[in-house]
């Protein structure tokens, strides 16, 4: 499975930004598709997921209410709208791929394969 992320790039406080996630190759049917992030000198931290069918969807508690996921299966793409951005946003963006329907989350074992990566800035 081959993910490519992009839509990343520099935004002011209060802003917007939409990020996508193509995946390619053998994803199966039963998945769940999941967006982490790592800030300067910080730890990866979990951000959102959604499953297969796409009615299921988890959020860290700091982004809740500001972003969401969602996911087009014909285009298998993942979305993650991210409004009311903050300076803390500010990472790169890295979107997940697991070929399990079950699992925790946000824990990033579960996710087998991975994106390259995408830059949000956050401008104050």
């Known amino acids: 499975v081959q993910l490519q992320a992009s839509g990343g790039g520099l935004v002011q406080t209060g802003g917007s930004l939409t990020l996508s996630c193509a995946a390619s190759?053998?994803?199966?049917?039963?998945?769940?598709l999941g967006w982490f992030r790592r800030a300067p000198g910080k730890e990866r931290e979990f951000v959102a997921a959604?499953?297969?069918?796409?009615?299921?969807?988890h959020y860290a508690d700091s982004v809740k209410g500001r972003f969401t996921i969602s996911r087009d299966n014909a285009k298998n793409t993942v979305y993650l709208q991210m409004s009311s951005l903050k300076p803390e946003d500010t990472a790169i963006y890295y979107c997940?791929?697991?070929?399990?329907?079950?699992?925790?989350?946000?824990?990033?074992?579960?996710?087998?394969?991975w994106g390259q990566g995408t830059l949000v800035t956050v401008s104050s």
């Open positions: 997940a791929f697991s070929s399990s329907a079950t699992g925790a989350w946000a824990e990033s074992l579960r996710y087998r394969y």
């Open positions: 959604i499953n297969w069918i796409g009615h299921s969807t």
């Open positions: 190759g053998r994803t199966g049917s039963r998945n769940a």
